[in-house]
């Protein structure tokens, strides 16, 4: 439920016809696609999809938005439902929210308790208006790129606002691939299904393995990195706004869901 492939994220080393072999042969029924702000491997996927090699094994179009206030969010929309705005990166987290649920679909954050830089418990926008948890549809409670004590976090939130808990590797390196898991007490062919399951409650099981901590890992977390990370993403933001302000305008959006 939390997969990078090469192709989609600048810094996966794993191709997707990989990503599907290692998890098949670990006897995985699928994978969620949830790459930063890109749906090139998931318009690669619907390119291979009738592959007779997948015959068997799903394939989830979703995506990693980084959003300007909040860190890491994870989305999954209807089938064929590829918004153009989920790919240009800066939106606040309440118009996310909007955007994702006035067009069928729905998110959780990832990682909430993991590295400053990007998790959303960690953001002062979330510790100002916590009653936004309530809008979250899921909640990732289990990553294997972060800490037990992240994980427990972000486990305990979960039950405290009753929200259903996925499991993923957030992997980007062969390595990791299958050490995270999301157990789904429902037929899961498509984003349909998906979206289906988890709002009638269908998740009954999210965990595996943490990885060791890494040196890469530690950077990340460390000042420099979060101060760093901040400041390419918030950049980054407004140089785009233009075009998402734009992309923003044309997107559809239920007035209920404003």
Aim: some cysteine; overall charge positive; hydrophobic content about 35%.
């Amino acid at each position: 439920m939390h997969c990078h492939v090469k192709g989609g994220s600048i810094d996966s080393r794993v191709s997707l016809e990989r990503f599907i072999h290692l998890l098949q042969i670990q006897d995985f029924d699928g994978m969620m696609i949830t790459d930063h702000d890109s749906y090139r491997a998931c318009h690669y996927w619907d390119r291979i999809k009738r592959n007779p090699l997948f015959k068997d094994f799903v394939v989830i179009r979703g995506i990693e938005y980084d959003t300007r206030d909040a860190g890491h969010f994870l989305v999954i929309m209807p089938d064929d439902v590829y918004l153009k705005v989920l790919t240009i990166r800066g939106m606040r987290l309440e118009r996310l929210i909007s955007i994702v649920h006035g067009n069928g679909g729905i998110l959780g954050p990832a990682h909430p308790y993991g590295v400053r830089s990007s998790s959303a418990m960690l953001f002062s926008f979330m510790a100002k208006s916590p009653n936004i948890i309530h809008q979250f549809d899921f909640i990732e409670t289990f990553n294997t790129c972060e800490s037990p004590l992240s994980n427990a976090l972000a486990h305990k939130m979960a039950i405290k606002y009753e929200k259903p808990g996925t499991g993923g590797t957030d992997a980007h390196d062969e390595q990791y691939v299958g050490m995270g898991y999301t157990d789904i007490d429902a037929q899961i062919r498509c984003n349909n299904d998906m979206i289906r399951a988890i709002k009638d409650g269908r998740i009954i099981g999210a965990s595996g393995i943490e990885r060791k901590e890494t040196t890469r890992g530690r950077m990340k977390d460390s000042f420099l990195g979060v101060i760093g990370f901040k400041i390419y993403n918030q950049g980054l933001s407004k140089i785009l706004k233009p075009y998402r302000k734009h992309q923003v305008h044309k997107t559809k959006v239920d007035p209920n869901d404003r």
